[in-house]
C-alpha cells in the first residue's frame, strides 16, 4: 500500500511531534521550527490518543535467524553521507509518514543495512493518522551496533540510522578513545497526538527514536540521564562531551531533520530524541 502524495494529506495536519515513550502526553512541547517559514498551530486541546506502547507493538519480535533477514551489502554511502535530514522548508507544514523510497531495498544494502521488510498499518484514529506504508526491521547497521530491541522503522529513518551509526562511531573514536557497541532505544512507535499542540508525533509513524544509552567497546556505558548533565552547566566530563558534541553532530550534519535533548526542556533529559521530520529542529544546544 502508498499513501498519496503529500498533497493528499489533509489541512487539519500542522505539524509534528516529539517523544515516544520519554515524555508525557500532558506536556510534550512543540518543536521549534528551524525553517523560517514553520508555523505551529497551538490548541488548547486535550485529545489525545494513545497506542500501543512501543514496547509491545513498535518493537518487533527479536529475530536471531540471519538466513531470514535481508543481507546487507556494504559500500557506496557517498549519498547516505550528505545527510538525508529535510533541507527543504516549503513542506514544513506537510503531516504524515515519509513517502515512499521507490529505491529503498537496494539503497538500504548499500548503506550496509540488515532489515527485514516490516508492516505498520495505516490507522485513523479521531484527527489523524498513525502507521506507515513502509516500514522495516532494522537488525544491523553498518557498524555492526547492536540494538537492544530491533528498531521497527520507515526506510527513510532506517537509512538516517545507518549513517548515524557512523558519526556515532567517528564521535566515540574521537572522544572516548573506544566504540559504541551497542544502544539502548526507547521505541519508535506510539500512535498519538499532543496535548498542548495540535500535531501528530513522528513516532506515530515510526519515524522517530529515543536514545537512552550507549554501551562502549570497552564496556563503559554511556546514559543520558547520568551523563549528559544540565543545559546550564558545561560538560565537565568526556562522557557528557561525547553526548554533547554528538547530538550537535546529528543536527549539524544533516543525519536527522530533528534532534532534541535537554536543551530543548527538562522531558528529554534522560534521552535524545532524532526523527525524520518534515520540518527541522534543532534542540541539541
Ligand atoms: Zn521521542
Not at 515513550?21 to 521550527?33: D, H, Q, T, V, Y
Not at 543545559?231 to 530533528?258: C, H, I, M, Y
Amino acid at each position: 500500500m502508498r499513501l498519496g502524495a503529500r498533497s493528499d494529506w489533509p489541512a487539519w495536519a500542522t505539524l509534528l511531534g516529539i517523544c515516544a515513550l520519554g515524555c508525557g502526553i500532558s506536556s510534550e512541547p512543540a518543536p521549534r521550527p528551524a525553517h523560517p517559514g514553520s508555523r505551529i498551530a497551538a490548541t488548547d486541546s486535550d485529545e489525545s490518543v494513545t497506542s500501543p506502547s512501543a514496547d509491545t507493538v513498535a518493537t518487533p519480535k527479536q529475530h536471531r535467524d540471519p538466513v531470514a533477514a535481508t543481507t546487507a551489502v556494504p559500500e557506496q554511502t557517498s549519498t547516505l553521507e550528505k545527510g538525508l535530514a529535510n533541507l527543504n522548508p516549503d513542506d514544513d507544514e506537510v503531516v504524515g509518514p515519509p513517502e515512499v523510497i521507490a529505491d529503498c531495498e537496494p539503497r538500504l544494502q548499500a548503506a550496509g543495512v540488515t532489515y527485514r521488510p516490516a508492516h505498520l498499518p495505516i490507522v485513523r484514529k479521531q484527527w489523524f493518522v498513525c502507521g506507515s506504508p513502509q516500514v522495516v526491521e532494522y537488525i544491523e547497521g553498518p557498524e555492526h551496533i547492536r540494538y537492544r530491541t530491533h528498531p521497527l522503522v520507515t526506510c527513510q529513518l532506517a537509512l538516517a540510522l545507518a549513517h548515524f551509526e557512523r558519526v556515532l562511531n567517528r564521535s566515540a573514536k574521537e572522544l572516548l578513545g573506544a566504540q559504541v557497541v551497542s544502544v539502548t532505544q526507547g521505541g519508535t512507535y506510539s500512535c498519538r497526538s499532543m496535548a498542548r499542540f495540535r500535531m501528530v508525533s513522528e513516532h506515530s509513524y515510526a519515524n522517530a527514536i529515543d536514545l537512552y544509552a550507549f554501551g562502549l567497546s570497552d564496556a563503559r556505558t554511556l546514559s543520558v540521564l547520568e551523563h549528559f548533565g544540565a543545559p546550564k552547566n558545561a560538560a565537565t566530563t568526556p562522557e557528557g562531551r561525547f553526548l554533547r558534541t554528538l547530538a550537535q553532530r546529528l543536527f549539524d550534519e544533516n543525519v536527522f531533520s530533528v534532534v532534541v535533548t535537554r536543551f530543548f526542556d527538562e522531558l528529554h533529559r534522560d534521552h535524545i530524541h532524532v526523527d525524520m521530520a518534515h520540518y527541522r529542529t534543532d534542540g541539541s544546544r
